[in-house]
């Protein structure tokens, strides 16, 4: 029988990464609704759970067999409990590969968001061989800036992405 479970990316001390699958829409209909999400990152329009498989197909799932990485779910290896999403995105919209994270409150603080980013952060550079890695992020979001810094990114610039009237600041790792 073929094994259908999705492809682990990453271990870390706490923490697993592994690749979403149609399965986890219940996770991300709640992630991508929380206001934090909305606030810092954006309104996905992601309403029921049909929306959330649709949001993983065309997401990450696209982006796993058209660049070999892209958003995975993080799971806290103590309870197996799904607590947020992060990985490396390719935007149309963006010269290089940038890196993605978001976190269900309840699991804020506690240093997972920082030990997933860096883990993603190493496994660009080694397994994608990745020389620089990017970071978009808005202004007000102190929470998301000192995790960047924290991994080793420094900010570089503001920028406007094309079609998108809200002002960025890019931060950059550059191996
Ligand atoms: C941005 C976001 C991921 C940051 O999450 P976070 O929970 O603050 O991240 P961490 O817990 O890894 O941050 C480390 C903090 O936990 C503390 N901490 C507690 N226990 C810790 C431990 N065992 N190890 C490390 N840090 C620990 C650290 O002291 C640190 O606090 P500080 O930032 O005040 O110095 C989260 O706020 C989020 O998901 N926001 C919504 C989505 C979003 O904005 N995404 C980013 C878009 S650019």
Redesign the pocket.
Known sequence: MQNTSPTTILETKRLTLRHLSADDAPFILELLN?P??I???GDRNVRTIADGESYILKGPLTSYEKNGFGLDLVILKETGESI?ICGLIKRDTLEDVDI??????R???????????LAVKEYGQKVHGLKRIV????SE?Q??I???E?IGFEFEKMVKLAGDDVELMLFAFNA
């Open positions: 929380d934090s999400f606030q810092n990152i947020g993605g994270y978001a976190f269900l409150p699991f804020w603080s506690k240093g997972y968001a920082v030990e997933s980013a970071a978009i992020v808005v979001n929470g998301s000192r995790l960047l924290k």
